[in-house]
């Protein structure tokens, strides 16, 4: 199910996520390189980066659908974190699309 709606920002993306109980402006920033094992690639931001909040981070993959970012977000708010997938299709053009199936309490998805 398509939960967003992005386009490239420089080194990252905005958009917006809007299932139906949510409508909120996101932004996606690369992060800084470290030695750390398992660091985060992308921090992500409620609202503009220079002024949001953080709310999650973001892994970069690639598969068979190209560039894919695995995000992670979280609020006190939210049942559990939101898992979704956003998926950077270069050869497509347009908005990148925020990508989200429920998975079950067996971890089937």
């Known amino acids: 199910m398509i939960v967003g709606s992005f386009r490239n920002r420089g080194d990252g993306y905005v ?15 690369r992060t800084e390189r ?3 094992e398992g660091p985060a690639d992308w ?13 999650g981070v973001g892994r970069t993959d690639f598969g068979s659908l190209g560039l894919v970012i695995a995000i992670e977000i979280d609020d006190p708010a939210l049942g559990a974190p939101l898992r979704a997938n956003l998926v950077c299709d270069s050869f497509r053009g347009g908005p990148l699309r925020l990508l989200w199936s ?3 309490a067996a971890g089937r998805p």
């Open 34 to 36: 470290t030695e750390a």
């Open 15 to 29: 958009g917006r996520i809007r299932p139906l109980s949510l409508d909120a402006e996101i932004s996606i920033e």
């Open 102 to 104: 429920r998975s079950d």
């Open 43 to 55: 921090r992500i931001f409620l609202g503009k980066v220079k002024d949001g909040i953080e709310i």
